[in-house]
């Protein structure tokens, strides 16, 4: 009877320590590789494993079901990671649940769908989301101009805009680079595809791809936009039906005193710009903080808000890092005015000193959008023809660690945001 015992009391004691959870630490200190860390977090959601992000705990730690695949891949990417017994996960969750803590344990449920707006063909430069989205082995797809207006963005939770000029204008590349064969290829391609699918204009194309991309996130989808995809994207829903191109971009000029007939109440995030009118000029509105700068590379810092963890979870999951001081870097849109950012649209990260918001956030109809300055995180002031950013020397960067909060955050389940 006694052996009988014993053995019971031991059988117990091995369930309640045995390894139950995988924990991913995300703190400077713990974690050799963040970026890759989302990637094994979308593995686990993407064969059916549970998990939950633990909102301003460990730099955001994550903790995933225990599974030996999730194990082996994180020993193949090189994720720091810790088998944990389901006694000191709930330990965990126990700390993180205590009022006096701004923290939150968010059940992640299924791993978002996701797209990238971009061209199919090679560009000159870049984008730091398809980069990263590699990098951390997330799937996703290539949409463009013809998927997104036959409403292929239905397939999808989750979209990126590249780096595109929705106004058409080539990217206000004209001035410097109007005789790079690249430019001249550039211009062809997107005047034979408007033709294709059945416009006169590029910016006539341009202009219903921002209104099929707007209805994606009103009817409930996630959005995220970076650089010159910000503000160009909201000046072409802001200028529908005016035209606002010079003759080199469509062949006619703009109509006169086109400044006074845009709607500031059609766009997601800006109001009050002025459009620069020069087409030499590398600038498409005074929405961008860019040629206002007075700031040193050395110096260029922006900072992260607080949110309560517990009230307002996707402000604080957008904002989860290793440090709330992230180093700046430049694009053509570089960062926005704050005096044109709508007042119901949040702040998420801030450069004071400069009166520049880096990182805003906000609701259009179900949808939720994100607008993130700059071109590449670790790129300090990338350039047309520069070599790509080699991933594998910022595997802790903060300034990517932002998109990849954006792309894991829908599938979160959420509660009701309170401020």
Not at 76 to 84: D, F, K, L, M, W
Not at 208 to 234: E, H, L, N, P, Q
Request: glycine content about 6%.
């Amino acid at each position: 009877m006694k052996k009988y015992i014993l053995l019971l009391v031991i059988i117990l004691i091995s369930k309640t320590v045995s390894a139950s959870f995988i924990y991913l630490p995300m703190s400077h200190d713990n974690q050799k590789n963040h970026l890759k860390a989302y990637g094994i977090v979308f593995f686990g959601l993407k064969n059916g494993l549970k998990a939950k992000w633990l909102l301003n705990y460990d730099g955001g730690a994550f903790l995933i079901e225990n599974n030996d695949a999730v194990v082996q891949e994180c020993k193949i990417r090189g994720v720091s990671y810790e088998v944990i017994s389901d006694a000191k996960s709930q330990l965990i969750l126990e700390e993180i649940s205590s009022p006096s803590k701004n923290q939150e344990a968010v059940t992640l449920e299924k791993a978002p769908k996701i797209a990238v707006y971009s061209p199919k063909d090679k560009m000159p430069w870049d984008d730091a989301v398809t980069m990263v989205l590699t990098y951390a082995e997330i799937p996703f797809d290539v949409v463009y101009d013809e998927e997104v207006l036959s409403d292929k963005l239905l397939l999808y939770d989750w979209l990126h805009l590249h780096h595109e000029d929705f106004t058409g204008q080539y990217g206000r590349f004209y001035g410097a680079f109007r005789t790079a064969p690249w430019y001249i290829q550039q211009k062809k391609d997107a005047e034979a595809l408007a033709k294709k699918l059945g416009y006169s204009k590029v910016s006539e194309a341009k202009r219903d791809v921002s209104k099929k991309i707007r209805d994606f996130v009103v009817g409930g989808g996630f959005m995220f936009a970076m650089c010159s995809a910000t503000d160009s994207f909201d000046i072409a829903l802001a200028a529908d039906g005016v035209d606002i191109c010079e003759a080199m971009f469509d062949g006619d000029p703009s109509e006169p005193n086109y400044q006074s007939k845009i709607n500031y109440n059609k766009t997601f995030a800006f109001k009050n710009f002025e459009l620069i009118r020069n087409p030499t000029t590398y600038e498409f509105s005074s929405i961008d903080m860019t040629r206002k700068r007075r700031i040193n590379k050395e110096v260029d810092y922006f900072v992260l808000k607080d949110f309560s963890a517990k009230w307002d979870q996707v402000p604080t999951m957008l904002c989860q890092n290793h440090t709330q001081l992230v180093k700046g870097f430049m694009g053509q849109t570089t960062s926005f005015e704050r005096k044109s950012v709508k007042s119901n649209v949040m702040v998420l990260g801030e450069n004071k000193t400069n009166r520049e918001a880096r990182y805003i956030h906000g609701t259009k109809g179900k949808g939720l959008f994100t607008f993130y300055g700059g071109h590449d995180p670790e790129d300090y002031q990338h350039r047309v023809g520069d070599p790509k950013t080699e991933l594998d020397l910022h595997p802790t960067s903060p300034g990517y660690r932002l998109i990849l909060n954006n792309v894991l955050f829908p599938a979160a389940k959420k509660k009701k945001q309170k401020t």
